[in-house]
């Protein structure tokens, strides 16, 4: 069996398909991974959905930032904004199927097989594998809950930016969910800094990318993220940024990790923002 990542699609299915071509990927006996942001932004996130959707358990998907975009607005907790391209899945007559499904996706998938996990943004430097795991669990359950309305009214914020592990309620939900979809960088204190897009380099002095923060034990296992798209197509200290920017027009990217070596694939995009 092949396994083949892929970056943030952001409904952009055209370039989807192209790329899912390249890679010589079999429905019959192979596997998907998604990191998440599978839809908005891009013309055609309803196509993206249902594609996915019929892969049944050949698709792996963690749920992004635009992901949980998409369910904020769907239930009214949440204002659209100038560039979301939420309408096609909201108005389409099989609009409670695709959002119940994406509310059930994780927030985080590891194989032990491959020693490779998948999420969003990135781990805080501060977790194992297998606390992140665990954490990313606690979210999970909440929003599979038949109140998790109250989840995605209360997600929103960039605070508390500092992780303790005796933090509790909507704190403790809404710093995990930050660090698994939308962290960046992080300042030399250890906390989030969720504001900041830039290149690493271009940022101001103090501030590290999340996988690079000096001092931190660096993971032994392969870390495939997304997100990030300034950053674009990255490999660095077994962390891998698959976001290389399809939106803007630039490329989507996927990488085979079930062999020793990663190998990638690439599709060039037309800029759709």
């Known amino acids: 069996m092949a396994v083949y990542a892929i970056g943030d699609v952001q409904g952009c299915y055209k370039s989807l398909r192209k790329l899912i071509r390249i890679t010589g990927f079999k429905s019959a006996k192979d596997q ?7 839809v908005n932004r891009g013309p055609q996130s309803a196509d993206v959905l ?18 949980l975009n998409l369910l904020a607005v769907a239930n009214g907790c949440r204002e659209t904004k100038a560039y979301d391209t939420l309408e096609e899945v909201l108005n389409a007559a099989d609009s409670v ?14 194989s032990d097989e491959y020693r490779a996990c998948m999420v969003h943004a990135g781990i805080y430097p501060a977790w194992s594998i297998k606390k992140a795991e665990t954490l990313a669990k606690e979210v999970q359950r909440v ?16 605070y508390p930016a500092y992780w303790d592990n005796t933090l509790e309620g909507w704190d403790r939900l809404r710093f995990i969910t930050n ?3 939308r962290m960046r960088y992080l300042d030399t204190s250890g906390a989030l800094e969720l504001d900041l897009k ?15 923060v000096e001092g931190k034990r660096k993971p032994s296992w ?5 997100h990030w798209s300034t950053l674009g197509l990255h490999w660095q200290n077994n962390a891998i ?15 085979r990790i079930d062999i020793p070596k990663p190998q990638f694939f690439s599709q060039s995009c037309k800029k759709t923002m």
């Open 32 to 38: 998907l991974w998604f990191c998440g942001d599978l």
């Open 50 to 67: 249902r594609y996915i959707m019929d892969l049944g358990d050949s698709a792996v998907c963690v749920l992004g930032n635009h992901d």
């Open 97 to 110: 199927e695709m959002l119940d499904w994406l509310r059930k996706r994780p927030f985080f998938h590891r």
């Open 143 to 158: 929003l599979r809950k038949g109140d998790y309305k109250s989840f995605l009214k209360k997600m929103y914020g960039n």
């Open 179 to 181: 660090t698994m979809t």
């Open 198 to 212: 830039c290149a690493p380099g271009k940022q101001p002095p103090g501030f590290h990318p999340w996988f690079n």
């Open 222 to 226: 392969k870390v495939i993220f997304g």
């Open 241 to 255: 940024c698959l976001d290389s920017g399809c939106l803007w027009g630039g490329k989507l990217t996927a990488v």
